[in-house]
């Protein structure tokens, strides 16, 4: 499988404790959040999050660090990375 690199691209980290606890890494923009889906552009392209109950509790651009607590049921990274039209641009069109 080949590996999706970005120029200048920071690294990507993720670490999901207990489906509860998650940390990300190179996150460059948060697109959208609400308590069921957190829709993110990261070094290595989109991802969404989705559960129950989410909440942001530490977001650092400066750094790319994101904390997120709840319940969480899914992470899905979006086909085509930067530029391509994310997940809202597929919903809303």
Same mark, same amino acid.
Do not use: C, W
């Given at each position: 499988?080949?590996?999706?690199?970005?120029?200048?691209?920071?690294?990507?980290?993720?670490?999901?404790?207990?489906?509860?606890?998650?940390?990300?890494?190179?996150?460059?923009?948060?697109?959208?959040? !609400?308590?069921?889906?957190?829709?993110?552009?990261?070094?290595? +392209?989109? /991802?969404? $999050?989705? *559960? &129950? !109950?989410?909440?942001?509790?530490?977001?650092?651009?400066?750094? +790319?660090? /994101?904390? $997120?607590? *709840? &319940?969480?049921?899914?992470?899905?990274?979006?086909?085509?990375?930067? +530029?391509?039209?994310?997940?809202?641009?597929?919903?809303?069109?």
């Amino acid at each position: 499988m080949e590996e999706k690199r970005f120029p200048g691209s920071a690294p990507h980290h993720l670490i999901l404790e207990e489906r509860e606890n998650l940390s990300v890494s190179g996150v460059v923009e948060v697109r959208s959040f !609400d308590e069921n889906t957190i829709v993110m552009e990261t070094s290595r +392209g989109v /991802l969404v $999050v989705q *559960g &129950e !109950d989410l909440h942001i509790e530490k977001l650092s651009l400066d750094g +790319g660090d /994101l904390k $997120v607590e *709840g &319940e969480i049921d899914s992470l899905t990274y979006e086909e085509g990375g930067r +530029g391509k039209g994310g997940f809202l641009s597929r919903l809303l069109g």
